[in-house]
């Protein structure tokens, strides 16, 4: 006898079999049904304050853990709420699956109370997207959502359930095959690609590895750092990859791009060989497309075929996963390397780097007497965590900093925003990564125009048990747009002061169930940090009153030649 | 210039919007396009007419699309192409059987006869819709519509035997 379930309990079981154990979410009036069911499940269910929210949590989760994201929500505002971290995630490539409610299948297009064409209006910021319209179709519409989610370039996925579908029975039967003749990603790249890449990297002799955060999504760093000790690949990573290899290596010259450090935004500039391992060839990165990497043949490694030649043109493009591929690369090297093959002399272009690094490294400086600094709070922290920390930043100058100054280790400790530029994701997402790693310590570097974005999580945080660490850097104005009006708009500030007083975070994050801490000065950065992280059964925010002064270098003007980097403000015109 | 895309896709609701849609968010020109069904009645065959450059990438965001099966970018000498348009024109009764004949050469059929006015039907493929329309401009079109391109691709083996379009007089400049 088959079991007869509704199609809302059909919806949590399918939740199961894919081995969910947290759906972040807010309940509503049609999204109702899939709420009583839950009460019984394995499934662990967090309430956000509001569904973006509640999407960057997943989005955070998702980043951390390497699993799928679930995020559920209701019909209209709770659908139309979910598009910004559904747009994240798309830009990022992390896989989601978000459930919403529809109203009842019989009042869909009379613009019904909480109605919104979600299934329409989440298309373009989804991977794929479905509106079940039968109850049978639920398991596998389910079952297909994760595959999809997970798997090829990984990306959000919605599943928008009417009323009356999640109200409907049905006999429940496991999900058959899937069944997508339109989707078969590859993984293996072609080997007649590989050779070609590998005589490319042996004729090169100034070689650089570009790592974007495919390398990450595909579990890649080991095979990342093996294939560049192996081939003496001086590597970059960009924004999303931060943490492929350690940035301790002596190969790793760190981040490229408009705040990149001069010696990796250089490095590609005169670059022969760009290896572009699961990169996109972003404007961040690129600066002009005309004038980037001019010299550089370029090898374009991506699970995703409409990213190769989208904004430069590949010698040798291969398609399929990351790490799959650069294990092929370093196959096929040790072969070319037995018989006799050996790399062009790199030693020049290696000392060339050095030099550089050692000429133009990253800097700042703090006045003991203040104001403070954000990246000396950035170094204090990594200081006393020994960087055994994942970090989670929101959008802006504080994002840079950390970026530039967090010394990067371990893949996937670094979680942030990066394609959309998303503000207000750092408390959501450290509050998913936390979900994600319990034993981990936590820490979203926050700006204070972010934090006002999405601070109210922090209430979820505390109920629900998620002691993450907020540092809220508070330059009392929003630092990144203040820094372009700086530049390029003559002084001329507008609609950029936020204040310094108001709101007053310690007694915020006190009347959100949090401990709430404040360091006024440059000494007492680090005793406020220790008491900070003595804290363990709750979340703690810690206000940094920082220069607002401050700007962010190294800096590419938008739309200028990365050859024009401006290494620091003694550089300005 | 102009290409024709011929796309294998799943015929499951809401295809059409989700290439539409790509095409609008990716900054992708339409010149036209039809949706039929094919003879599997589980997929339907788009076909695309498109302007620009960026062949590459438009047939790589069509094949990311979950519900795309096949993309098919079909060359002036790979296809079968054709259209079919309604034409509503003048026609003085002295003049209709003149009209007639001549469209006739062009294997345009009066679909509607009125006090003064002719509805020709016509397919062919574009350039031969665009010179009977020139000579139908003589005596004044009055409306037209006219359908997407339809496309298959030619069979190789019997692509000789393959006739351009309705065999048609090309207008005389003169």
Redo the contacts between chains.
């Keep these: 006898m088959p079991e007869t379930l509704t199609g809302a309990s059909a919806l949590i079981r399918a939740l199961e079999n894919e081995k969910v154990e947290v759906v972040f979410g807010v309940p509503g009036g049609a999204i109702l049904p899939a709420y009583d069911p839950i009460l019984d499940s394995t499934v662990r269910h967090i309430l956000a304050r509001h569904e973006q929210g509640a999407g960057h949590m997943a989005s955070g989760y998702a980043h951390a853990s390497g699993k799928v994201g679930v995020v559920m929500a209701t019909s209209g505002p709770g659908a139309t709420n979910l598009i910004t971290p559904l747009q994240d995630a798309m830009m990022d490539s992390i896989p989601i699956v978000a459930i919403t409610g529809q109203v009842p299948t019989t009042s869909i297009g009379y613009d019904a109370f909480q109605e919104a064409h979600t299934w329409g209006i989440s298309m373009p910021v989804t991977k794929h997207n479905y509106l079940v319209t039968e109850v049978s179709d639920i398991p596998n519409a389910i079952k297909e959502a994760f595959h999809l989610a997970s798997t090829g370039r990984p990306g959000p996925v919605l599943v928008d359930i009417p009323k009356d579908v999640l109200n409907q029975t049905l006999d429940w039967q496991s999900p058959g095959k899937i069944d997508l003749p339109g989707y078969r990603p590859s993984i293996k790249g072609h080997p007649k690609q590989v050779r070609s890449a590998v005589d490319l990297i042996l004729e090169s002799s100034r070689p650089v590895l570009y790592a974007g955060g495919g390398v990450l999504r595909s579990n890649g760093s080991e095979s990342l750092v093996r294939f560049a000790e192996l081939a003496a690949l001086p590597t970059v990573t960009t924004l999303m990859a931060r943490g492929a290899i350690p940035d301790s290596h002596p190969l790793a010259l760190g981040m490229p791009g408009m705040h990149g450090n001069y010696t990796a935004i250089t490095a590609m500039q005169k670059a022969d060989l760009l290896v572009a391992v699961g990169a996109r060839f972003d404007d961040r990165v690129t600066g002009r497309p005309d004038a980037f990497a001019p010299e550089a043949k370029i090898i374009h490694i991506d699970v995703d075929p409409a990213e190769i030649g989208k904004v430069r043109k590949a010698d040798v493009p291969i398609v399929g996963d990351a790490r799959t591929i650069i294990d092929q690369l370093t196959e096929e090297a040790e072969l070319r390397i037995e018989k006799g093959a050996h790399w062009m002399d790199r030693e020049s272009w290696l000392e060339t780097l050095h030099n550089w690094k050692r000429k133009h490294p990253l800097s700042y400086n703090q006045d003991p007497e203040g104001p403070i600094q954000m990246q000396y709070v950035i170094e204090q922290i990594h200081r006393l965590t020994g960087g055994e920390a994942i970090v989670v930043a929101g959008v802006g100058q504080h994002q840079m900093w950390a970026s530039q100054f967090w010394g990067f280790e371990r893949p996937n400790t670094w979680i942030n925003s990066g394609g959309l530029g998303t503000m207000g994701y750092a408390v959501p997402a450290a509050i998913g990564a936390k979900v994600a790693e319990p034993d981990q310590l936590v820490i979203a570097i926050d700006g204070d125009g972010c934090f006002q974005m999405t601070l109210q999580e922090l209430i979820t945080a505390s109920i629900e048990g998620i002691p993450i660490k907020v540092a809220v850097m508070n330059n009392s104005s929003l630092g990144m747009v203040k820094q372009w009006q700086r530049l390029f708009y003559d002084e001329r500030y507008s609609a950029i002061d936020l204040t310094s007083h108001t709101p007053d975070y310690v007694g915020l994050a006190e009347s959100m169930g949090c401990i709430g801490l404040r360091a006024k000065s440059p000494s007492e950065v680090g005793p406020t940090l220790e008491k900070a992280l003595a804290v363990t059964d709750r979340p703690v925010v810690i206000e940094f009153p920082c220069d607002p002064d401050a700007m962010v270098f190294p800096m590419v003007p938008a739309g200028a030649s990365n050859d024009d980097v401006i290494v620091s403000a003694e550089d300005l015109p | 210039m102009n290409h024709v895309i011929s796309a294998l ?2 015929n499951k ?2 295809v059409l ?2 290439v539409s ?2 095409f609008a ?1 990716r900054g992708f020109n339409i010149h036209s396009l039809a949706v039929g069904p094919t003879v599997d009645p589980n997929m339907s065959l788009i076909t695309i007419v498109v302007d620009g450059p960026e062949m ?2 438009i047939i ?2 069509l ?7 096949k993309v098919t970018e079909l060359g002036p000498e790979e296809g079968v192409i054709r259209e079919i348009m309604l034409v509503r024109v003048n026609s003085d009764p002295t003049k209709r059987a003149e009209m007639i004949e001549s469209a006739s050469v062009f294997s345009a059929r009066p679909v509607d006869v009125g006090a003064a006015t002719i509805t020709f039907e016509i397919s062919g493929d574009p350039e031969h819709l665009s010179n009977f329309l020139e000579l139908m401009r003589t005596y004044g079109i009055i409306e037209l519509a006219q359908s997407g391109r339809i496309a298959l691709p030619k069979d190789r083996k019997t692509k000789r035997h393959t006739t351009a379009s309705t065999k048609s007089a090309r207008m005389d400049p003169s």
Excluded: D, F, H, I
């Design positions: 896709v799943e609701p809401g919007a989700r849609s790509m968010r590459e990438q790589k965001q094949y990311k699309l979950v519900n795309t099966v």
